[in-house]
């Protein structure tokens, strides 16, 4: 079956456009995370959706970076009037359970979107 | 906050020998670790899975060890093949959150 996927792969912006990235998880997946990997660095967690509720969006660098999942499926993270700041990779992943107490359900990650802000 | 450190930053050795990353992290009340390998330009993948309540895992020529108490990890490659070149990231799983090491870049020449 088909992993996770991103689009786009790579994304070129002006400082001050507004970008979208797109996250498919693999059908059927119940939780959707988005993570910021800047160069040479850890990915670092940004939001997380269970379904279409966005429970924890205590990652999001600043109020210009917003994520919806309005059908609980396919994900977008949506990055406005964008800084030179905001250039890293953008990963993306699911897993088919949600997670609760103590139980853990493996993520699986997408190849990234690959930012960068002129 | 959980803080995740990695050490080496990278590590070049000649194809054959048998190496060990290391992973330390801040705070013991975690549920899991992981390992995972990062290809350039590719995403992650997972390599092993320690549960809190193990102490390693063994996934063929790899051997991950854990210790809550003293915060480490140790992933462990033996006979390290050009094949194994890639970043190695560890992260501390606390409920649902990963806190990601910055990771290994490791390089096998053959």
């Known amino acids: 079956g088909a992993g996770v996927s991103q689009s786009p792969r790579y994304k070129v912006a002006k400082r001050g456009q507004d970008v979208a990235l797109r996250c498919d998880p693999i059908s059927g997946h119940v939780s959707l995370f988005w993570y910021q990997q800047a160069l040479g660095q850890g990915p670092e967690f940004l939001t997380y959706?269970?379904?279409?509720?966005?429970?924890?969006k205590s990652g999001l660098p600043s109020d210009r970076f917003f994520a919806e999942r309005p059908e609980g499926s396919v994900s977008t993270l949506k990055i406005q009037r964008t800084q030179q700041e905001d250039s890293a990779v953008y990963l993306c992943?699911?897993?088919?359970?949600?997670?609760?107490?103590?139980?853990?359900?493996?993520?699986?990650f997408g190849p990234g979107t690959r930012l960068t802000v002129l | 906050k959980q803080e995740v450190t990695q050490i080496p930053a990278a590590l070049s050795v000649p194809e054959g020998e048998n190496l060990v990353l290391n992973c330390s992290f801040t705070?013991?009340?975690?549920?899991?670790l992981q390992w995972f390998r990062q290809d350039p330009g590719k995403g992650l993948t997972s390599l092993l899975l320690?549960?809190?309540?193990?102490r390693e895992q063994t996934s063929g020529r790899l051997n991950a060890s854990l210790d809550k108490s003293s915060g480490r990890s140790t992933l462990y490659i033996a006979a390290s093949q050009p094949g194994d070149s890639a970043t190695y990231l560890c992260a501390v799983i606390d409920f649902n959150k990963f806190y990601f090491g910055s990771g290994t870049k490791l390089n096998v020449k053959p």
């Open positions: 959706f269970q379904n279409e509720a966005q429970l924890d």
């Open positions: 320690i549960q809190s309540s193990q």
């Open positions: 992943a699911s897993s088919h359970v949600e997670t609760s107490g103590s139980s853990y359900n493996e993520q699986f």
């Open positions: 705070d013991s009340a975690i549920y899991n």
